[in-house]
């Protein structure tokens, strides 16, 4: 995800949600302030990035003799469930604020999403 020159990029297992406003009001018409609405143990918002993944540990032919083991292949992922574009609800508290180019994120790892809307 970038803007500009600069460019947000998501590591690990971790997905960047834009965050939903929550409802400044109650569902009989009272205002609640700011702080009441970040209070809550569970928020939604839609997916802007996803890392690649936990990454996996290489699987070699070569088990009882470690020394043979080459160099380095390409890294492979655990594949992300959370796509761009899905509507996340995560716990509020495993969550990381962040402001990037004067937009207010979440960033969030994969095993704090409760459940994913496509």
């Not at 594949?79 to 979440?106: C, N, S």
């Given at each position: ?34 702080t ?18 936990t ?64």
């Amino acid at each position: 995800m970038g803007k500009g020159d600069k460019q947000l990029l998501v590591v690990g297992d971790r997905v960047l949600i834009k965050v939903e406003e929550g409802d400044e009001r109650s569902k009989v018409g009272l205002y609640l302030p700011a702080t009441a609405v970040d209070n809550q143990a569970v928020q939604g918002g839609t997916v802007v990035a996803t890392g690649p993944g936990t990454p996996l540990t290489a699987v070699e032919e070569h088990f009882d003799e470690p020394w043979r083991i080459s160099g380095s292949k390409d890294t492979r992922y655990v594949p992300m469930q959370a796509r761009v574009g899905d509507y996340a609800l995560f716990f509020r508290k495993a969550a990381v604020e962040i402001t990037f180019e004067t937009e207010r994120f979440l960033v969030v790892p994969q095993a704090a999403i409760l459940t994913l809307a496509r």
